[in-house]
């Protein structure tokens, strides 16, 4: 009897290590960014990690280069809550209103992947091994299991730089409105300082004069990145200008690349300022409308929020001023906490008359919805989960290559975002399924993951991982 029960552990710990080494095989891992510079310590991505569930995050994660194999070693963690279920909204799962329905539809949740920050490395190709490695393993005591064998994520292709001496973002810009323009090199640093700056804008190409410092005795991390200045760019008329970099007063000016200004094109409507927000906190949303004279004011603001969306009502007052407002404007409203969901939102323009004494009784029709605020718990993505039910996107430079999913043709809308939620730019597509179409991520964070918000004509949306 007691020899049997010596047995069990040792048979639950074969068998834990089987479940977790059976796990590792199940996925197929990759790295990013590949290829990857030389010469320069950089952040590497492990993707295709699939987490447990949405509370699942990545800790301890090591990296080992022995010749030309490099072993990354991570642990899984997941998050404990001193209730059981968790907290209300944990989870994520909006309910989706069509036609009044009220079923919990999924959601892509969102966790982390395992980063790395990888030390020198010569130009070649090296092997990748990943490996979970359980956290009872790395604590005192440690657990009497075998670590997992590792699994393969792939060559990882470690080239010279090849990077051009300048780029800029962003690479397209409204007509008509100054902008900032940031100017970028990987031979600057997080020291460098930046002097007299000057832009010089000749016909059709846009001079960028500055002078530089390099002080002494400043520690930059280790990471491979581009530095450099933001110059404020005056309004120009839509068209391609030539951008071209003089430092230090050189004689010789360096090509940075092609500037695109594009006519404004005012939206119809009202829209969201930010079409996102966190849920179990109160926020302000911000409706917003092109083309509206400079002194118009807003009064009795007031929101419902119901199953099917949300209501705000606001009332419109235009004074007696001919100057149109050069940047959109609109009511702002102080919004409760919301539970995770999708929320439409109705613009209803009062009267003058539903606000006075004695008020008016008006049949009036909801209005169609003007745009849809998205409340999560969280707002990253589980990438495998994307990619599952993404089309694949291609980055080549400053510009992102895909096919437009299922969907109505018509005009779709493509918005690039972070992992938190923050918009960074946006583009509206005009085609249908299969359609291939472009879209600039100029302003995407380079070797991170970014999101494209891809929201079809008939109003549904999917969010498209990329990294620049």
Known sequence: MHARAALIPSFLALGLTAVLASAQTLTTLSVTPNPAPAGKSFILYLQGVTPADCHTTFARETVTVIGTRINLRYTTQTLVYATNPPPLGTCPLPVDTTAGGTSVVPIPIVATVPTFTMPVLAAGKYEVWASNVPACLLSQPSCLIAEPAPVSAGTLDVQASTEPAYTFTPTFAPAGQGFGLHLLSYGFTCATTYQNLAVN??????????????????????????????????????????????????????????????????????????KTALSDAPFQMQLLKDSLAACTNFSNLSTVVYASGITASFLVQTGKCALISQEPIGPLFSMPALQPGIYPVHANELLPCEVSQPVCVLEKVMPMASDTLVVTKSLAVRMSVLRAGAPKVDVLGNTAFFALPEGDAGIWRA???????????????????????SVPVDRARANAVSLLRLTSPAGTQRFLPIVR
Do not use: H
């Open 201 to 274: 804008v000749i016909d059709k190409v846009i001079t960028l004069s500055f002078s530089t410092t390099e002080p002494t005795g400043v520690a930059c991390p280790a990471v491979y990145m581009p530095y450099g200045p933001t110059f404020t760019i005056p309004a120009l008329a839509a068209g391609t200008y030539q951008v071209r970099v003089n430092v230090n007063a050189k004689n010789a000016e360096a090509a940075a690349g092609t500037l695109q200004i594009t006519g404004t094109v005012a939206r119809k409507g009202w829209y969201l300022k930010e």
């Open 415 to 437: 918005e690039l975002m972070t992992l938190d939620g923050r918009l960074l730019a946006g583009k509206s597509l005009s085609g249908a399924t299969g359609d291939r179409v």
